[in-house]
Nanobody, 123 residues
Framework: VQLQASGGGLVQAGGSLRLSCEAS????????MAWFRQAPGKERDVVCAISWSGIHIYCTDSVKGRFTVSRDNAKLTVYLQMENLKPEDTAVYYC?????????????????WGQGTLVTVSS
């Protein structure tokens, strides 16, 4: 499966963005999906992850209550709705897929990656 991320941009603090990640194959529906982010000079860390069914969801503490991950298997797309953005959310955001019925939240479990989309939050 190939992944195409979109939706990044420049937004003021307190604003919103929605990222999308479209997959190329119907086997997408069997994959756990996740959004990671990487700020300059920092590690690539998980932001949110969602199981193949959409039932199980994980988001890191720093974005809980602000970010929502969802998926539409019919559209082969996973979304990251980001509200109340903060300057510390500035990073390149990557979507990733894991051929796993569980909900992995560690980077090495994800074997397919999109190209990344830049989110910049100004103060």
């Amino acid at each position: 499966v190939q992944l195409q991320a979109s939706g990044g941009g420049l937004v003021q603090a307190g604003g919103s963005l929605r990222l999308s990640c479209e997959a190329s194959r119907r086997s997408f529906s069997r994959y756990a999906m996740a959004w990671f982010r990487q700020a300059p000079g920092k590690e690539r860390d998980v932001v949110c992850a969602i199981s193949w069914s959409g039932i199980h969801i994980y988001c890191t503490d720093s974005v809980k209550g602000r970010f929502t991950v969802s998926r539409d298997n019919a559209k082969l797309t996973v979304y990251l709705q980001m509200e109340n953005l903060k300057p510390e959310d500035t990073a390149v955001y990557y979507c990733a897929a894991a051929n796993d019925y569980a909900l992995p939240i560690v980077r090495f479990r994800y074997t397919t990656w999109g190209q990344g989309t830049l989110v910049t939050v100004s103060s």
